[in-house]
């Protein structure tokens, strides 16, 4: 089946500096992919949506200085936390639509980063 | 405003049955997802309803009722593996997806 590749699983970094998390499609083409947050014991909150040639969507809250999304091909999405804090410390999700079900339109997530800012 | 309701956690013995009920209120509804997520990891695909009724997959069946935004998840013949949180997300009107924010089943042998 389809598998979203998503690097790298565990990154601890200082307050200040910049991580950079990439997201690959495999085998398929994502003109669209997902970044959620999740923080413990929460939902998964959608932060923004990335669209392959174009700026990504983000969601109401989401700063976009910040959290900057790059999807220069169809098979790569990146998702740089910009000067990054301790409150930014989080597991980021990556997903992308890969068909499915009666056009159920089924995300397939990659395995995740989790994000540790010291 | 959009919610979606489910039990915070849940026990259940090694080889019993267990139901996972999430409620729903959505603008609109294009689908109601359910998805495993083991901790630390990132959330897997299990079931799509978007049609009143139970949706048979092996062990795991969903039902949906739409009339009562109510949907639930039934694990039976339960293991060990089975520990994990399970994730109710609707499909709104604008096919946006809505999380709950997900119920951790605890196996016990």
């Known amino acids: 089946g389809a598998v979203v590749s998503q690097h790298p699983s565990w990154v601890i970094c200082k307050s200040g500096t910049s991580v950079k998390i990439e997201c690959r499609s495999l085998?398929?083409?994502?003109?669209?992919m997902f970044w959620y947050r999740q923080f413990p014991k929460q939902s998964l909150m959608l932060m923004a949506t990335?669209?392959?040639?174009?700026?990504?969507?983000?969601e109401q809250g989401v700063e976009k200085d910040k959290f900057l999304i790059n999807h220069a091909s169809l098979t790569l999405s990146t998702l740089t936390v910009t000067s990054a804090h301790p409150e930014d410390s989080s597991f980021y999700i990556c997903?992308?639509?890969?068909?499915?079900?009666?056009?159920?339109?089924?995300?397939?997530f990659g395995a995740g980063s989790r994000l540790t800012v010291l | 405003g959009q919610n979606i309701d489910q039990p915070t956690e849940m026990t259940a013995t090694e080889g019993a049955i267990v139901q996972i009920n999430c409620t729903y209120q959505?603008?609109?509804?294009?689908?109601l997802f359910w998805y495993q997520q083991h901790a630390g990891e990132a959330p897997t695909f299990l079931s799509y309803?978007?049609l009143d009724g139970l949706e048979e997959k092996g062990r795991f069946s969903s039902f949906l009722s739409r009339s009562k935004g109510y949907s639930y998840l039934l694990l039976k013949e339960l293991q060990m593996k089975d520990s994990a949180s399970y994730l109710c997300?609707?499909?709104?009107?604008?096919?946006?997806?809505?999380w709950g924010a997900g119920t951790k089943l605890i196996i016990k042998p």
């Open positions: 997903s992308a639509r890969t068909g499915g079900e009666s056009g159920a339109n089924v995300l397939t």
């Open positions: 085998d398929f083409q994502a003109t669209t």
């Open positions: 990335s669209n392959e040639g174009s700026k990504a969507t983000y």
């Open positions: 959505t603008s609109g509804f294009n689908g």
């Open positions: 309803n978007v």
């Open positions: 997300a609707v499909k709104d009107s604008n096919y946006q997806l809505i």
